[in-house]
């Protein structure tokens, strides 16, 4: 699975966009793009996955790059609730098992 | 959505003794389940992927001998901590996959305490 690279951390204000890199320069044509994060002390939560078409649910936007090598997940209004370790994945469809990177840490504020 | 249930949440033994853990699928089958383990402030890493009814695959250096898994319905799968040590607590998170596919639902994790 392609290696991802994500800031460390990063701030937002509650009520703002959140918007929340990753670059997966040597992604393979198989490869998708999938979303999680985990609460703190809490067990990881699916967000969103695409392949190369920008994807839209109930949680966030992912915008993907033309040439695929990076992505950005969206949170249109982050709360509290959101303050959390985000983790890019790069892997083979839902066949594959998952490698977590550091991911990012969001902290969202008042 | 789909809802991946651990027990217990929480453990505390001495060491020497072994530990199981279970993750159940409570609303969808899982062929495939996997098995996670996160130290403070690390990230989570893949132990072991097992599988309805066949032998677990375990990542390596992940001894099997120690850390026995058992995935004996598409429901359930077991982990069970042989002769754990202090270095062994950590917390141990699930996830299943739903036999029709789609993306893996995590567990909400068991804390291992060992003495």
């Known amino acids: 699975d392609a290696k991802t690279t994500q800031p460390t951390s990063m701030d937002c204000a509650e009520g703002r966009a959140a918007n929340l890199p990753c670059n997966h320069s040597?992604?393979?044509?198989?490869?998708?793009v999938y979303w999680y994060r985990q609460i703190h002390s809490q067990g990881p939560q699916y967000i969103i996955h695409g392949l190369k078409n920008n994807e839209t649910n109930e949680m966030a936007s992912l915008i993907i790059t033309e040439d695929r090598k990076s992505s950005t997940l969206i949170l249109p209004h982050a709360t509290l609730r959101d303050t959390a370790v985000y983790y890019c994945i790069a892997a083979r469809g839902t066949a594959s098992k998952l490698t977590f990177g550091t991911g990012t840490r969001l902290q969202v504020t008042l | 959505g789909a809802v991946v249930s651990q027990h217990p949440s929480w453990v505390i033994c001495k060491s020497g003794t072994s530990v199981k853990i279970e993750c159940r699928s409570l609303d969808f089958q899982a062929t495939t389940m996997f098995w996670y383990r996160q130290f403070p402030k690390q990230s989570l890493m893949l132990m072991a992927t097992?599988?309805?009814?066949?032998?677990?695959?375990?990542e390596q250096g992940v001894e099997k001998d120690k850390f026995l898994i058992n995935h004996a319905s598409l429901t359930l799968s077991t982990l069970t901590v042989t002769s754990a040590h202090p270095e062994d607590s950590s917390f141990y998170i699930c996830s299943a996959r739903p036999t029709g596919g789609g993306e893996q639902f995590f567990g909400p994790g068991t804390r291992l305490t060992v003495l």
């Open positions: 040597t992604i393979s044509g198989n490869e998708y």
């Open positions: 097992s599988n309805e009814g066949s032998k677990a695959t375990y």
